[in-house]
């Protein structure tokens, strides 16, 4: 069995510098992440052994803690309150989204509507609704612009979203406005890891994507490498049905933004370990 595993898989610039800033804040006193700090279920783990917790509300982090902002970034209103209380933070927001975020107000400020591109729910969607005053609407794809139309629309995308889907998106919004400004903000370590995926997935018989199921960008993955090949989305090495794996001949392997090293190691030798190679 060949298997072939993405040199884009894993640890992204944004969640590596986030794990470095929680792994020296660690050991300081008292460390919490306002809300998990990557949607990694085992190096959320990892963090809380190393002494940071996971707190939900700035309501749970005692006045002389440090309290880490993740890297999918905080609402505005909680960075404002954080602040207030006097706060020791440690912004760990990837500088990308912190990029998205100023694009995002310099839109509303401009008076576009803006229209964010992504998951109403996901944590760094928030934060960007947040920096327009509450105002942004916020759709997952272009069916959703249904018979509207804009005088001035601007536009930026969650980080993590595919590049295809963000283009036709925009090219319905320029459809149905006078004038529309678009920020490109997906992170190229997105595309670069999605369009690895592709390549890899064209090659191999049986694709393996390994992430957090709380990973938007896992599930993006996920999605992209089962329209080309059969597909299973791991949280670890525990998870995977070797059997079933018996009959293909190349298997590929992708991670998510946030997947440990140590997840996609213990995946690969699983597999050599059964099969050889
Ligand atoms: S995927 Fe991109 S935007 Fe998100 S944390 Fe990583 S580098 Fe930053």
């Known amino acids: 069995m060949e ?6 898989a894993g640890f992204c610039y944004g ?12 050991g300081k006193g008292p460390v919490y992440s306002l809300g998990p700090l990557i949607h990694n279920p085992r190096a959320v783990k990892e963090l809380e052994a190393r002494g940071v917790t996971v707190a939900q509300t700035l309501d749970d982090i005692p006045p002389e803690a440090l309290v880490l902002f993740r890297t999918h970034g905080v609402e505005k209103e909680t960075e404002e309150e954080a602040r207030r209380r006097k706060l020791n933070i440690v912004d760990t927001t990837c500088p990308f989204v912190k990029t998205a975020q100023n694009k995002a107000r310099f839109l509303h400020d401009k008076g576009y509507t803006v229209l964010i591109f992504g998951e109403k729910m996901h944590p760094e969607v928030r934060s960007l609704y947040s920096y ?6 916020v759709m997952n794809s272009s069916d959703e612009l249904g018979d509207e139309s804009f005088k001035k629309a601007g536009v930026v995308s969650q980080t ?14 320029v ?7 678009v920020f490109n903000t997906i992170c190229l370590a997105t595309t670069e890891r999605q369009e690895d995926a592709v390549r890899i997935a064209q090659k191999a018989d049986f694709m393996i994507v390994a992430g957090g199921r709380n990973s938007a960008n ?8 089962s329209e080309i090949k059969p597909a299973v989305l791991v949280e670890s090495a525990d998870e995977l049905r070797v059997d079933e794996l018996r009959k293909y001949d190349t298997i590929g392997i992708t991670a998510g933004a946030s997947t ?4 996609i190691r213990e995946l690969t030798s699983r597999l050599k370990t059964y099969f050889g190679g």
């Open 3 to 8: 298997i072939i595993v993405s040199p884009f």
């Open 15 to 26: 969640v590596k510098r986030a794990m470095e800033m929680a792994g020296r804040a660690a």
């Open 132 to 137: 327009t005053g509450g105002t942004a609407r």
């Open 160 to 173: 993590t979203r595919k590049r295809k889907a963000f283009s036709r998106f925009c090219a319905e919004v």
């Open 175 to 181: 459809r149905k406005s006078q004038e529309t400004r």
């Open 218 to 225: 896992t599930r993006k993955l996920f999605d992209i490498v």
């Open 260 to 263: 440990p090293d140590t997840t």
